[in-house]
């Protein structure tokens, strides 16, 4: 048996990889399984953006893993700290000696008479290649392009004299005290930059083309800080996270129920944060609230910034950058020494890898997504991507779980594939995503599409799916289980191979 073949291989060792790794120690003790990892580091995302200010837009008690208390008393926690904890996770369950860094996967190829995947690796740093062969492979790379973030062409962007920077790619030895910075965006990114870097100094300019929904949420958490005197570190988690759960739930389903009552709310909170001379157009959105996500400042730290003068925001469109600046089309010239591009990211489903099943390319835009966690007709493959309207991990944790009793189903069994099939037609033409933000829109066709019903519909609602993920029965008409072999008590790999 080759060492580099695995029941399972992990793509990612970020956020979701790392939790479908706990998963596998806890649920599928006789798997097998390696993460192939293309950075140095664990954290994904956490260990990548660098930019003044990172943090969650997502309250940790429902971003932190369901099996993992976050103690420390930020509900909104920094970058670094994520990473830390996210990095504690896997040292804790045994996860860190099972991740192979330094391993970009380039190909991924479903072998049906072999039922298996090879899976093709280059070390980046020193062209070595290298391959992998699994059974089950579990997509957990994220939903954006690491290697580029999204930024348009400004007109004469070339004769700007200063730095032009994408937050993706901060420098780590910038130096912007007392230096006049512009922010272009409006979307989490930049409301976190702006108070970040006006605090230490630099005078910033938030230019946006239209506005986004800003809501504030308290930097700390009360309720908890208090039960924790009395009760065990792990229940006053599971009570913030039910009772945090719920509080976005119902803020989604009134901002689609009564869209007007929640805009009338947003808008009046921001107007007493900023006070009553302020210029609200700067924040009042075309669009009704959670028809793009909301951008969470910790206790308002943005409107504080702009109410004591320590930054400004301008909304107008960009005619052309200049040699000090930016001029605006009102005729207004932005002066800068910086100008930050907090134009978004590129999504990029499964890591950018090129899929193939027996030598056929897999098009995620030709196919859909079978309960938020599998691709149709694509055998013995996962994908984590979370919720748009709540945290990451909250779809992670019960993707994690769902995928766990599918394994152990094959496993009792002895199915050795397994293939979501769509016997009824059931493909729409709007994408998995149904959301209007930019960056969905780019990326439209490049996304799964959305079904007619289920187990095809991706229903961006926890309460949905938690029961058909953890409870629900694996077995239905559309899953397909097959290539079943004698079950024997051995784990998954020993069995394939006969021993």
């Known amino acids: 048996m080759s060492n580099n073949h695995f029941d399972v291989l992990i793509i990612g060792a970020g956020l979701s990889g790392i939790d479908a790794a706990v998963h596998l120690n806890r649920k599928c003790p006789n798997h097998t399984y390696a993460i192939l990892e293309r950075r140095e ?30 103690t420390q008393s930020r509900v909104l926690a920094d970058g670094a700290s994520i990473r830390e904890y996210v990095e504690e996770t896997a040292k804790e369950n045994g996860v860190t000696r099972h991740i192979r860094f330094g391993r970009k996967v380039m190909t991924a190829n479903w072998s049906s008479a072999d039922k298996r995947w090879t899976v093709e690796t280059t070390n980046e740093k020193t062209g070595e ?27 004469n962007e070339e004769s700007f004299k200063g730095q032009i920077i994408h937050p993706q790619h901060w420098p780590e030895d910038l130096q912007y005290q007392g230096k006049k910075v512009v922010v272009i965006g409006s979307g989490a990114t930049a409301v976190t930059l702006v108070p970040a870097m006006a605090a230490k100094g630099a005078k910033v300019t938030m230019l946006q083309r239209s506005p986004t929904y ?15 005197r009395f009760l065990p570190e792990m229940a006053v988690y599971r009570l913030a996270r039910a009772r945090n759960i719920g509080l976005q739930r119902m803020v989604f389903k009134l901002a689609k129920q009564r869209p007007k009552l929640v805009r009338r709310a947003l808008l ?8 009553e001379d302020y210029d609200m157009t700067h924040f009042r959105p075309s669009y009704n609230p959670w028809d793009e996500r909301l951008c969470a400042v910790p206790n308002g730290d943005l409107f504080k910034s702009l109410r004591k003068g320590e930054s400004e925001v301008v909304t107008d469109h960009i005619e052309r950058f200049t040699e000090n600046g ?4 009102s005729g207004k010239e932005l002066e800068a020494d910086i100008i930050i591009t ?15 099943v027996d030598g056929k390319p897999v098009q995620p ?10 691709l ?41 594939v397994v293939t979501p099939r769509d016997h009824e037609g059931c493909q729409d033409e709007g994408n998995f995503l149904g959301m209007q933000s930019g960056y969905i829109q780019r990326a439209n066709n490049e996304l799964p599409r959305q079904g007619t019903r289920a187990p095809w519909q991706v229903v961006q609602n926890y309460f949905y799916d938690l029961p058909r993920l953890r409870y629900g029965s694996v077995e239905d008409d559309v899953l397909e289980f097959s290539d079943f072999q004698p079950v024997k008590k051995k784990g998954l790999v020993a069995s394939l191979l006969g021993a």
Do not use: H
Request: charged share 20%.
């Open 365 to 374: 835009s030709e196919t859909m997504v079978y309960k938020g966690a599998m």
């Open 268 to 275: 009046a909170a921001a107007r007493r944060q900023l006070g």
């Open 342 to 356: 907090a134009t978004g990211l590129n999504i990029q489903m499964l890591g950018g890898i090129q899929g193939t």
């Open 41 to 70: 580091r664990i954290g994904g995302t956490w260990d990548l953006f660098k930019y003044p200010g990172i943090r969650s837009d997502s309250d940790m008690f429902t971003l932190g893993y369901s099996f993992k208390p976050w």
């Open 129 to 155: 290649k290298e391959s992998f062969s699994a059974n089950f492979l579990f997509s957990c790379t994220g939903y954006y392009n690491y290697d580029q973030g999204f930024r348009p062409d400004f007109p």
């Open 326 to 329: 930016i001029l605006l089309k």
């Open 376 to 416: 149709k007709d694509v055998p013995n493959m996962a994908m984590i991507f979370g919720y748009t309207n709540s945290s990451w991990t909250l779809k992670a944790d019960l993707v994690c779980e769902y995928v766990c009793r599918v394994l152990n189903q094959m496993e009792k069994s002895g199915a050795q």
């Open 214 to 228: 800003v809501a504030t949420v308290p930097e700390m958490d009360p309720i908890s800080a208090g039960l924790r």
